[in-house]
């Protein structure tokens, strides 16, 4: 079972990013994924969610309306849209995997399982 995040790079502020998980050993689409973030210093912080079955997804208030989970299960992919990005959203990203079904999911880093090493997103001008 391995995750990889990819799609990171440097983006000016109030830019666009798309990032993308893949996984090896198992099908993305049973389980509950989430994107954490990390920045220098900080502890690492859950950004967004997805239920196993795609009907529920929570996002961290500083998000919301701004980034986007997404699944694509025929590629076994999860996709995070990054819109209207900000200086404060640099940070290492990871995806996580919660290896139980649940039809909700959750923000905290103890609900997962399996990480994927993270990709990098620096917003700067």
């Known amino acids: 079972v391995q995750l990889q995040a990819s799609g990171g790079g440097l983006v000016q502020p109030e830019g666009s990013l798309r990032l993308s998980c893949a996984a090896s050993g198992f099908s993305m689409d049973y389980y509950p994924i989430a994107w954490f973030r990390q920045a220098p210093g900080k502890e690492r912080e859950g950004v967004t969610c997805i239920s196993s079955n795609d009907d529920i997804t929570n996002s961290q208030d500083s998000v919301k309306g701004r980034f986007t989970i997404s699944r694509d299960n025929g590629k076994n992919l999860v996709y995070l849209q990054l819109n209207s990005l900000k200086v404060e959203d640099t940070a290492v990203y990871y995806c996580?995997?919660?290896?139980?079904?649940?039809?909700?999911?959750?923000?905290?880093?103890?609900?997962?399982?399996?990480w994927g090493q993270g990709t990098q997103v620096t917003v700067s001008s």
């Open positions: 996580a995997a919660d290896l139980r079904w649940a039809d909700e999911c959750s923000l905290r880093t103890s609900a997962y399982d399996d």
